[in-house]
């Protein structure tokens, strides 16, 4: 996959998880470091809770914070 940056970027654009770096006339990866999770173009959580983990939504294609099934919860969905 090509990335197609933007022809005439500022100091600071973001693109595709990338930052233009004026000084250094180049686009740089950003990291995680420093930065939130829902940063990410494909991360949906913005209000997550304590205990959730994320699990990848298809019909939104993004990741999504999900609340771990219960042990009775899991019987009963299983049909037991």
Do not use: H
Not at 29 to 52: F, W
Not at 60 to 66: A, F, I, L, Q
Request: glycine letters at 8%; a negative charge; charged letters at 20%.
């Amino acid at each position: 996959m090509s990335l197609n940056f933007p022809a005439n970027p500022s100091n600071g654009d973001t693109y595709d998880n990338f930052v233009f770096d004026e000084t250094k006339e180049a686009w740089k990866l950003q990291t995680l470091l420093g930065n939130d999770l829902d940063d990410l173009n494909d991360v949906d959580a913005t209000s997550p809770s304590d205990g959730q983990y994320l699990t990848y939504n298809n019909t939104s294609g993004n990741w999504e914070p999900t609340s771990p099934i219960s042990p009775i919860g899991l019987i009963l969905a299983l049909g037991g």
